[in-house]
């Protein structure tokens, strides 16, 4: 006779085959943003103009997804408000700044900065007492802010002096993200679904970078087929594919499981600077990633129990 259960398990593991997937598809894939950006930056491309094209291409994917999904966005003044704030300190603001740094800092290097956001937004979430102080979660951010430190102390950890600058500056993308974790929870209006929410983000941003980049003198027509072209289209293509992926995902299995994307994109993130780029890195960027790594899995850790016990907030 059979056990109890023994028939759902086997619906159980299919039913987590696709999330599982999902997660590490978009965890080896999404750090090709930073690789794909510094290629358009190296040949030349402005970067306020090359962020303008890359989030046109993925409004418009976006936008394709939504009419499928029948979840168009909406532009009423309450959507138009967190479209604008949301898109400017979420995508415009970061990005931009990443794209400014493309050329500066190691790809790998990057993505290494980025995965922070996760610890950010909890400090902020605690600040606007949106969630509270868990022990495990303080000694997760305490942990990766040893690995800032391994990385940016050490004169020998980056490849040269004056990286420490720029890297520095470039924790203000992780920041940024963060931030906008909180406003959006703030901001986002109730009945908005997460597909339309998206869509209407990245078109709205897409106008306003449309107008800094003339402001900045930094319009820029894509010219044919050439790196520029490839690596706008491909940015959007990568872009787009994880808001679906990441959208799939929480619906699935919920946003605790997600988090595991963080610890393949600093790995992939690496992988893929060695490839575009033949990057390496110092034992001390190396140990910054397992502090980092390390981190995030107690941050993690920290978020599954809360979400058995009923705790967890939206933020999470």
Same mark, same amino acid.
């Given at each position: 006779?059979?056990?109890?259960?023994?028939?759902?398990?086997?619906?159980?593991?299919?039913?987590?085959?696709?999330?599982?997937?999902?997660?590490?598809? &978009?965890?080896?894939?999404?750090?090709?943003? +930073?690789? +794909?950006?510094?290629?358009?930056?190296?040949? @030349?491309?402005?970067?306020?103009?090359?962020?303008?094209?890359?989030? &046109?291409?993925? @409004? *418009?994917?976006?936008?394709?997804?939504?009419?499928?999904?029948?979840?168009?966005?909406?532009?009423?003044?309450?959507?138009?408000?967190?479209?604008?704030? *949301?898109?400017?300190?979420?995508?415009?603001?970061?990005?931009?700044?990443?794209?400014?740094?493309?050329?500066?800092?190691?790809?790998?290097?990057?993505?290494?900065?980025?995965?922070?956001?996760?610890? +950010?937004?909890?400090?902020?979430? *605690?600040?606007?007492?949106?969630?509270?102080? /868990?022990?495990?979660?303080?000694?997760?951010?305490?942990?990766?802010?040893?690995?800032?430190?391994?990385?940016?102390?050490?004169?020998?950890?980056?490849?040269?002096?004056?990286?420490?600058?720029?890297?520095?500056?470039?924790?203000?993308?992780?920041?940024?993200?963060?931030?906008?974790?909180?406003?959006?929870?703030?901001? /986002?209006?109730?009945?908005?679904?997460?597909?339309?929410?998206?869509?209407?983000?990245?078109?709205?941003?897409?106008?306003?970078?449309?107008?800094?980049?003339?402001?900045?003198?930094?319009?820029?027509?894509?010219?044919?087929?050439?790196?520029?072209?490839?690596?706008?289209?491909?940015?959007?293509?990568?872009?787009?594919?994880?808001?679906?992926?990441?959208?799939?995902?929480?619906?699935?299995?919920?946003?605790?499981?997600?988090?595991?994307?963080?610890?393949?994109?600093?790995?992939?993130?690496?992988?893929?600077?060695?490839?575009?780029?033949?990057?390496?890195?110092?034992?001390?960027?190396? @140990?910054?990633?397992?502090?980092?790594?390390?981190?995030?899995?107690?941050?993690?850790?920290?978020?599954?129990?809360?979400? /058995?016990? @009923?705790?967890?907030?939206?933020?999470?």
């Amino acid at each position: 006779m059979p056990e109890p259960g023994a028939a759902a398990m086997p619906a159980r593991r299919a039913s987590m085959a696709l999330p599982a997937f999902l997660v590490v598809a &978009t965890g080896v894939i999404y750090p090709l943003v +930073f690789s +794909f950006t510094k290629i358009a930056t190296d040949a @030349g491309t402005p970067p306020l103009g090359f962020v303008f094209w890359q989030l &046109t291409f993925a @409004g *418009i994917a976006l936008g394709v997804v939504a009419a499928l999904r029948r979840e168009l966005p909406r532009f009423s003044g309450a959507h138009l408000r967190s479209y604008v704030v *949301i898109g400017i300190v979420g995508i415009a603001g970061p990005i931009s700044l990443l794209a400014f740094l493309s050329n500066k800092l190691p790809a790998g290097l990057v993505t290494l900065v980025v995965v922070l956001s996760p610890l +950010f937004t909890y400090l902020f979430a *605690i600040a606007f007492k949106l969630d509270r102080p /868990r022990a495990l979660s303080i000694a997760g951010i305490a942990v990766g802010f040893g690995g800032v430190l391994l990385m940016t102390v050490p004169e020998v950890s980056l490849p040269t002096p004056e990286t420490v600058g720029w890297l520095l500056l470039a924790f203000l993308a992780p920041v940024s993200f963060a931030m906008t974790n909180v406003t959006a929870s703030l901001l /986002r209006p109730p009945a908005a679904s997460s597909v339309a929410m998206a869509t209407g983000m990245v078109m709205v941003t897409a106008v306003i970078m449309a107008v800094v980049s003339l402001v900045a003198g930094q319009a820029y027509a894509l010219p044919g087929p050439g790196p520029a072209l490839w690596a706008a289209l491909a940015t959007a293509a990568v872009n787009a594919a994880f808001y679906v992926s990441f959208f799939e995902i929480v619906r699935m299995v919920g946003p605790v499981f997600f988090a595991q994307f963080n610890y393949l994109v600093v790995l992939a993130g690496f992988g893929w600077g060695a490839v575009f780029f033949g990057e390496s890195h110092s034992a001390y960027v190396w @140990g910054a990633a397992a502090l980092t790594l390390i981190g995030l899995a107690l941050h993690t850790l920290s978020l599954s129990r809360a979400a /058995r016990s @009923g705790e967890m907030n939206a933020l999470s």
